[in-house]
């Protein structure tokens, strides 16, 4: 059998999770069992901020919030090293420094 290489097309129909993070908070236990239907939790961002989007946990892009209709929707306002710099993300790693002995 053949396989004839078809680039990444067959790729375009696999689910993957996409989430949006507003923001995050550190809450001890007894103030998370303290919660209310009336209690404001305050979150690390700014009303300002940009909000993280994320492709099975790696940020892809930046947005915003915008309303459409009775829903609510995201404006992508930019694209992850879209600006000449890398986006910060938690699982970003520093580049390995050659070790000893590994030159060409």
Do not use: H, Y
């Amino acid at each position: 059998m053949t396989f004839q290489p078809r680039g990444f097309d067959f790729l375009k129909d696999v689910d993957v999770r996409l989430t949006v993070e507003l923001g995050r908070t550190s809450m001890k236990l007894k103030d998370v069992l303290g919660l209310t239907e009336e209690s404001v939790v305050m979150l690390d961002r700014m009303t300002d901020e940009l909000l993280d989007v994320m492709v099975n946990g790696k940020l892809i892009a930046r947005g915003e919030v915008v309303a459409q209709g009775d829903r609510f929707g995201l404006r992508i306002v930019e694209l992850a090293g879209s600006d000449g710099e890398e986006a910060a993300s938690p699982e970003k790693k520093a580049p390995k420094a050659a070790a000893k002995g590994d030159e060409d």
